[in-house]
Every structure is written in C-alpha cells, then in structure tokens.
C-alpha cells in the first residue's frame, strides 16, 4: 500500500509540475512577444508606428486567449483606420473588421479598459454601423477612466462631433475633461477639438470655457485660427 501511495503521490507532484510549467509557458511567453503598445494612440504618426507591431501584438493575445489587456493592444494596432482614407476598400473593410472583433474579445474579458471603450466608439464614428453606438461606448469610457489624461484630447475630438444637446450627463463629463485640460494650460489640444468640432460643438466649447475661466475663449479661438491655416 504505501509504494501505491508513493506512486499515487509522486503522480500528483508530477502533474502539479507540469500545470505550472505550462502556466509559466503562458504567461512569459506573450509578454515576450507583445510589443511596446501600452495605449491607445492619439495621432496620425503614432497610429501608423503601432500598425507596424500589428503581427506580434496578434501573437500575443492569440496565446494570452483570455487576457482582453492582450486582445486590446492587438486592436489598437489598427488605429490607422482613424485617420486617412475612410472609403472602405477590400483591405481596409478587413482591417475594420478585425479591429472590431479584438475589440469586443478585449471588452469582454477586460470591460474596465477606458482607451479600448474610446476605440470602440471612434470606430463606430468613422465607420457607422448598427452594432456599435458611439454614445454609450464614450459614456463607458468616461465611466471606466474618467482621469486618464492622455485620452482627453482625442475623447474631447470625438464628443465635439457627437449629438449631445440633450445628454446632460455625457456634456457635464466632456466639461469636466475641459477643465482638466485648462488646468494643465493645454490650450493647443482643446483649440484642435475647437477646430474640427460641429458648429453645435463648437458654441458647447466656447459656453464651457467662458463658465470656466472666460479669459481664455479669446485664446481659444486665436489658437482654432492658426491650427487652420494650412501649412
């Protein structure tokens, strides 16, 4: 009986160490593989330098399987579809659609991930489409990182060209990345969201500026005039 048990055991130990071997495997290996795409880039030239890690970041969160930080790395390298040509070819229909199926896997296996949420809803700006409401995916992403302050810049872009007259929540949350903003004397970053804001955005900005520090509405709109004159 007891060389059973010490077969039995030795048995278990064996198939412990092995569990652990491969739970090693899976989490090292990813990390070895995933590239330098911590974030949701907010430029053109940014966009385009993250495309280039597009193989390894779907390496990464192919192994990592349930790991939505993995799957939301992997669709920011399709980040490029925010800027450029928005026709839809053969290439760029399928770059769409890959972005959106790692997307929804980040989102579902990390819901808590803002910058995946503003991706969402750029996405559903650009490209229209019944199965992504770009409201509520900006409403999440305020919920989910209302002080990350990297993506006010680009949110604040995005909620200028949204219908918001009559969301009072979501204009009391871009207020707020406003006042943000003007704290830290970005002044440029809330004259490009001025600029290539809706006229309806535009009269929100200049109303939420003047109750924040009314001193600066002038500054705004100087600053809106020189991002538009072309180069």
Not at 21 to 44: E, S, Y
Not at 96 to 103: F, G, V
Not at 132 to 139: A, F, M, Q
Not at 149 to 175: C, F, K, T, W, Y
């Amino acid at each position: 009986m007891n060389a059973v048990s010490h077969t039995a055991f030795r048995l278990a130990i064996l198939a412990l160490a092995v569990v652990l071997a491969l739970q090693c495997f899976w989490l090292v290996l990813p990390q070895l593989l995933r590239p330098a795409v911590d974030r949701l880039p907010t430029d053109a030239s940014a966009a385009a330098t993250t495309a280039k890690m597009r193989s390894a970041a779907a390496w990464a969160a192919t192994i990592g399987i349930i790991r939505g930080d993995l799957w939301a790395e992997s669709a920011y390298t399709y980040s490029d579809l925010l800027w450029g040509n928005a026709d839809l070819n053969g290439d760029r229909a399928q770059a769409l659609q890959r972005a959106r199926a790692r997307l929804d896997r980040a989102l579902r296996d990390a819901p808590h991930q803002s910058s995946a949420w503003l991706f969402r809803a750029a996405l559903g700006l650009r490209y229209p489409s019944n199965d992504i409401n770009p409201v509520e995916s900006i409403r999440m992403s305020y919920y989910t990182g209302p002080s990350e302050q990297d993506l006010m810049p680009l949110r604040l872009r995005m909620v200028m060209h949204l219908n918001i007259a009559g969301d009072v929540e979501i204009r009391q949350l871009a207020s707020r990345d406003l006042r943000s903003l003007i704290a830290r004397k970005q002044i440029a970053e809330i004259a490009a969201a001025y600029s290539d804001a809706s006229p309806a955005g535009k009269s929100f900005i200049e109303q939420a500026v003047r109750d924040i520090d009314p001193a600066m509405t002038q500054l705004l709109r100087s600053g809106a005039n020189q991002l538009s004159v072309p180069n």
